[in-house]
């Protein structure tokens, strides 16, 4: 079993083709700029938007652990005690609580990804687990790309490098293609925006790039946080030593700032504004410079 907060059917950006792209609870990075918050817990979370509660108080007589209360706003929900039923979701007619996360089985999840498979043949897609991180839960992730794999599929995972070496050398052999992502070479700096070092992920980039599995790098533009001249020809140098040669830059947005209020939690990069067309083509020819194809994703 594992928690899953999204199936995104018909997705075009996590990988070649038309792909299914399966999202995992559960991330042991805390990046200040995440734009899906609810990736980070591992647990079930329930998330409000006030703006469309009507305040009937369903959700306050159906919950057995009082975790939620009106007020001026609309609902608030108590963290410390909320079990993450959903049974407040179920009973909220004006759909302002949402539930983030349901624990599906491998066969569950194999099932939904079968039901696009003409697609993947079509279009050279196939299948995609992302996260948070999915190597979390790699015992899950083996199972499924073994699975997929065996009929076929293509498969990829997206991570942000974060996982111990044994659960990359248990997903390995079933994968066709990682996405990785880099988002800053000073360990220091990383720790400061992060909440971890780099010295894990580093070690298995270079894990992964021995593997012989294809590589994509995927480096977050951040204003003012990475997108220095000195990290990003450092990142360029770094990953053409590795011998790898494709890399896709991800410009910041704000998509995700909502779900930071559905959570109660701050975002504390509101003020951050996505960076111009101009300066995501300047990052990019550095990368070029280096021999790298570089492509710039939005």
Known sequence: MAVVFNIQRFSIEDGPGIRTTVFLKGCPLRCLWCSN????NSFTEVGHRNSVCTKCGR???ICKVKATSLTDEGTRTNRKVCTGCGKCVDVCVS??????GKEMSVEEVYR??????????????GVTVSGGEPLIQADFVDELLKRCQEIGIHTCIETCGYADSEAWNKVLPYTNLVLFDLKLMDPTAHQKWTGKSNEKILRNLKLVSCSGVPIVMRIPVIPGIND?????????????????RQVNLLPYH???EGKYVMLDRQYSLSELKPPEDSELEKLANIFESFGLDCEIVK
Request: charged share 30%.
């Open 112 to 125: 939904e990804v079968l039901k696009d498979r003409a697609y993947y043949q079509n279009s050279g897609g």
């Open 228 to 244: 220095s001249e000195e990290n990003i020809t450092d990142t360029a140098l770094y990953i053409k030593n590795l011998g790898l």
């Open 37 to 40: 918050p609810e990736s980070q």
């Open 59 to 61: 959700c306050m007589e």
């Open 95 to 100: 759909g302002a609580r949402k539930i983030y």
């Open 254 to 256: 704000k998509y995700g």
